[in-house]
C-alpha cells in the first residue's frame, strides 16, 4: 500500500474535486481511497504502506498521449539538406519516409526508450502509439511494447500499413498489427493493446482497404490513422474515388467507436455528421500541424457536434502539457477570438483523452477516484493565487509544464521519483541512443 500526502490534489473526477491537503490510497495497482491528508494517515496507521510526501505540491492524473510517433525521435537535430519544401506531401517524402525507411528494430527500440523516458519525465503515462518502420516491420511492435514493459508506461500500439512500398511490405505490415493485437489480448495486464494501423488514405488503395478490412474480420479493436492532414490527401481522394476522405472510410466500415481519426483538419459538416454517427474519435495535433504548415482544425465545430475530439502530439513532443498551450494560443489567433481555445483544450485533454482511452483499458484513467488505476504525478507547482475547482485548469494550463513534473506512478508503481527513472541507467541509454542516432543519420 502506498499513501501520497500532503498535495493539493486535483481529482478531475466528475465534480473536479480540488482537495486543499489532500492523500491518495493506492493499494496495487488501483486507488483505494482519495481524502484529506490527516484523516487518512489516521485512518490507515496500522496498515504496512509506505507514504510519500508531497510536500505541499500538486497531485494529479497522470496525463494521456492519443497520438504520438515514437520511430520519429531520432529525427531531433537531424538535417535533411532538403531544399525549400513546397507542400506536405514533400515533407513526408523527404524528411518522414527518408527515415522510417532506414530504421532498424534496435533502432526502433532506443527510440522508444528515449521517447518513453520522455513522455515520463513529462507526466505522460498512457501513449497511443503509430509507428512506422518499412524495412523493419516484424516484431517492431513488440520491441516498442517491450520497452514500454521494462519502463511500466501504459500503451497502445499499431503498424502503420501503406501501399508506397510495395505488396511484400503491405503484407507484413498487415500482419504486424493483426499478430500484435492478439500477442497483446494475451497478456490481459491491461498495460498493452492494440490497435490496426493505417498510414492515410491517400496511400490507400481500394484493394489495399479491403484486405485491411478483411484480416480485421472477428477481432475487437478499431482502426488508428491519418484523416485529411494535408490538402493533398482531399484532392487525392476526389480525384480517384470521387468522394471525401470520411465517406470513403465510413463506406469500407473502418470508422467506428474504436476507431482514432487523426488530425481531421480537411473535412466538412456532412462528414461531421459522420464521424459523430459513427462515434469515430478524432485527435488533433497542434504543433504538428503548425511545423508542417497544413492549417487549423476546427476544434469547436467538432466539440460542438459531440464528437470524442481528444489531444496527441504526433511525435513532435512527448510533453502533453505543451501542446495544451498551443491548442489553447492557435485557436485564438487563428479565429481572431479571444473565447477560443480555452474550454475545448480543457475538454480534449482532461476530458475527451480519458474517454479515448476507456475504449480500451477496463479501469478509468486520468481521473483520482476509488477504482480507477493508479495513474497519477506530484509536479512542483505552488500556486500564489488561489486555486479551486472553478479555476484550476487556468493554473494547469498557464502555470505547469511537463518538466514541472517530479514524480510519477504508474499502475501503482513509482516509476519516476525526484525527476530520476527508477528501472534503468537513464545516463547510459542516453550515451547508447546517441551513438545509434549518429549511425543511422549517415545511413540517411
Known amino acids: 500500500m502506498i499513501l501520497i500526502g500532503n498535495g493539493r490534489v486535483i481529482t478531475n473526477d466528475e465534480n473536479e474535486r480540488i482537495i486543499e491537503n489532500g492523500c491518495i490510497v493506492i493499494e496495487g495497482n488501483t486507488i483505494k481511497e482519495v481524502g484529506d491528508t490527516s484523516l487518512i494517515k489516521c485512518k490507515y496507521e496500522d496498515n504496512e504502506h509506505e507514504y510519500i510526501d508531497a510536500e505541499g505540491k500538486i497531485i494529479m492524473p497522470g496525463m494521456i498521449n492519443t497520438h504520438h510517433h515514437i520511430y520519429s525521435e531520432f529525427a531531433r537535430g537531424l538535417d535533411f539538406k532538403n531544399e525549400k519544401l513546397q507542400s506536405f506531401t514533400d515533407i513526408l517524402k523527404n524528411v518522414w519516409w527518408k527515415l522510417d525507411k532506414k530504421l532498424t528494430l534496435e533502432d526502433l527500440r532506443y527510440s522508444a526508450y528515449t521517447a518513453f523516458i520522455e513522455c515520463i519525465k513529462n507526466g505522460v503515462t498512457t501513449v497511443f502509439d503509430h509507428n512506422s518502420s518499412p524495412m523493419s516491420i516484424s516484431g517492431s511492435l513488440p520491441t516498442i511494447s517491450n520497452v514500454a514493459d521494462e519502463l511500466g508506461i501504459r500503451g497502445c500500439y499499431c503498424y502503420e500499413v501503406s501501399d508506397r512500398d510495395g505488396n511484400r511490405v503491405l503484407d507484413l505490415a498487415i500482419k504486424e498489427n493483426i499478430d500484435f493485437i492478439k500477442y497483446a ?11 490496426f494501423g493505417m498510414h492515410a488514405a491517400f496511400t490507400l488503395s481500394d484493394g489495399t482497404l479491403n484486405k485491411c478490412v478483411k484480416a480485421m474480420e472477428g477481432i475487437d479493436t478499431g482502426y488508428h490513422i491519418h484523416v485529411a492532414e494535408g490538402k493533398e490527401d482531399l484532392e487525392n481522394s476526389l480525384k480517384l474515388y470521387k468522394k471525401r476522405i470520411v465517406k470513403r472510410l465510413d463506406d469500407f ?18 462528414e461531421l455528421d459522420i464521424l459523430k454517427d459513427t462515434k469515430t474519435m478524432v485527435v488533433n495535433n497542434p504543433e504538428s500541424n503548425m511545423a508542417n504548415g497544413v492549417g487549423v482544425a476546427a476544434i469547436k465545430s467538432m466539440l460542438d457536434k459531440e464528437i470524442v475530439l481528444g489531444i496527441g502530439t504526433d511525435g513532435y513532443t512527448s510533453d502533453i502539457f505543451e501542446s495544451m498551450k498551443v491548442e489553447n494560443l492557435i485557436n485564438k489567433y ?42 497519477l504525478i506530484i509536479v512542483d507547482y505552488k500556486p500564489f493565487t488561489p486555486m479551486n475547482k472553478n479555476n484550476y485548469f487556468g493554473h494547469v494550463l498557464f502555470g505547469i509544464s511537463g518538466k514541472s513534473v517530479d514524480t510519477t506512478i504508474i499502475n501503482g508503481k513509482v516509476v519516476m521519483k525526484d525527476r530520476k527513472i527508477v528501472s534503468i541507467d537513464e545516463e547510459k541509454i542516453c550515451r547508447e541512443s546517441i551513438n545509434i542516432a549518429e549511425k543511422l543519420w549517415k545511413r540517411i
Do not use: W
Not at 489480448?185 to 490497435?195: C, F, I, R, W
Not at 473502418?254 to 456532412?270: P, S, V
Not at 485533454?349 to 477504482?371: C, D, M, Q, T, Y
Open 185 to 195: 489480448e494475451k497478456k490481459q495486464d491491461d498495460m498493452t493493446k492494440g490497435m
Open 253 to 270: 466500415g473502418i470508422l467506428g467507436e474504436k476507431t482514432i481519426a487523426a488530425h481531421c483538419l480537411y473535412i466538412d459538416d456532412e
Open 334 to 375: 487563428h479565429f481572431g477570438d479571444y473565447n477560443s481555445g480555452f474550454m475545448e483544450t480543457k475538454q480534449m485533454a482532461l476530458k475527451n483523452n480519458i474517454k479515448i482511452a476507456s475504449r480500451f483499458f477496463e479501469k478509468p484513467l486520468g481521473v483520482l477516484k476509488k477504482g480507477a488505476y493508479a495513474d
